[in-house]
T-cell receptor, first 117, second 114 residues
Framework: EAGVAQSPRYKIIEKRQSVAFWCNPISGHATLYWYQQILGQGPKLLIQ????????DSQLPKDRFSAERLKGVDSTLKIQPAKLEDSAVYLC???????????????FGPGTRLTVL | GENVEQHPSTLSVQEGDSAVIKCTYS??????FPWYKQELGKRPQLIID?????GEKKDQRIAVTLNKTAKHFSLHITETQPEDSAVYFCAASSSGGSNYKLTFGKGTLLTVNP
C-alpha cells in the first residue's frame, strides 16, 4: 500500500514569509497528525484530526500556525508569518484507529524540512 | 500532560554487543508504549510496541520491557549490527479526555561500530 505522502520535501523562506505544507495520508486512515521535529529532539504533536474534525490542537501556536483537513482526507499546514525558530522538519502521520483508541500505530510521511532565514 | 524522559542521548557499541535505551513517563494512565527508529534523513518507523497489560515483548533481536509501578520502559537490542545505527525514540500514549496522543522522548543516537 502507498505510504503517507508529503510535499514539498524542502523549503527555504525568509522570516515573516508564509509557507504551506501538504499531506496525503494512507487511504482509509481516519486520524491524521502534524508534528514538528526540531533538530536533535523528538516529534512534538501540533495538531490531530479525526476525519475532518480537530481533536487536539493544544500545542499549535495558533497566532501563526493553521491547519485544515476539509474533506477528511488530505491536509495542509500553514505558517504565517514564519519565525526563525520555526526551522524544523514537519512530519505528517496517519493511523487507522480512531482518536479514542490508545493503540494507534502511526505511519509517518517523509517530512518537509523547513529552513527560515 | 505526559512527560517522557529518554536516556542516554547517545550510545556507541561494538558490533555484536547489546544496547539498552531507557525511558520514564509521568502519566500513570499511559497504556501504550511504541518505539520508533529514524535513520538519518528518513521518516520514523515503528519497530516494536508494548501495551500496559504486558511486561515484556520480544521480536527477534529486539525486546521491550515495561515496569508500570516504576513508570519506565526499556528497549533492548541484542547482537547489534551496523544497520541498527539510527536515532531511536520512545513514546507514551496518554489520554486527554477521549483522545489519545503520543508524547515522544528526545531520542537516542545509537552508533554500532563494525
Amino acid at each position: 500500500e502507498a505510504g503517507v505522502a508529503q510535499s514539498p520535501r524542502y523549503k527555504i523562506i525568509e522570516k515573516r514569509q508564509s509557507v504551506a505544507f501538504w499531506c496525503n495520508p494512507i487511504s482509509g486512515h481516519a486520524t491524521l497528525y502534524w508534528y514538528q521535529q526540531i533538530l536533535g529532539q523528538g516529534p512534538k504533536l501540533l495538531i490531530q484530526f479525526q476525519n475532518n474534525g480537530v481533536v487536539d490542537d493544544s500545542q499549535l501556536p495558533k497566532d501563526r500556525f493553521s491547519a485544515e483537513r476539509l474533506k477528511g482526507v488530505d491536509s495542509t499546514l500553514k505558517i504565517q508569518p514564519a519565525k526563525l525558530e520555526d526551522s524544523a522538519v514537519y512530519l505528517c502521520a496517519s493511523s487507522l484507529a480512531e482518536a479514542g483508541s490508545s493503540y494507534n500505530e502511526q505511519f509517518f510521511g517523509p517530512g518537509t524540512r523547513l529552513t527560515v532565514l | 500532560g505526559e512527560n517522557v524522559e529518554q536516556h542516554p542521548s547517545t550510545l556507541s557499541v561494538q558490533e555484536g554487543d547489546s544496547a539498552v535505551i531507557k525511558c520514564t513517563y509521568s502519566d500513570s494512565a499511559s497504556n501504550y508504549f511504541p518505539w520508533y527508529k529514524q535513520e538519518l534523513g528518513k521518516r520514523p518507523q515503528l519497530i516494536i510496541d508494548i501495551r500496559s497489560n504486558v511486561g515484556e515483548k520480544k521480536d527477534q533481536r529486539i525486546a521491550v520491557t515495561l515496569n508500570k509501578t516504576a513508570k519506565h520502559f526499556s528497549l533492548h537490542i541484542t547482537e547489534t549490527q551496523p544497520e541498527d545505527s539510527a536515532v531511536y525514540f520512545c513514546a507514551a500514549s496518554s489520554s486527554g479526555g477521549s483522545n489519545y496522543k503520543l508524547t515522544f522522548g528526545k531520542g537516542t543516537l545509537l552508533t554500532v561500530n563494525p
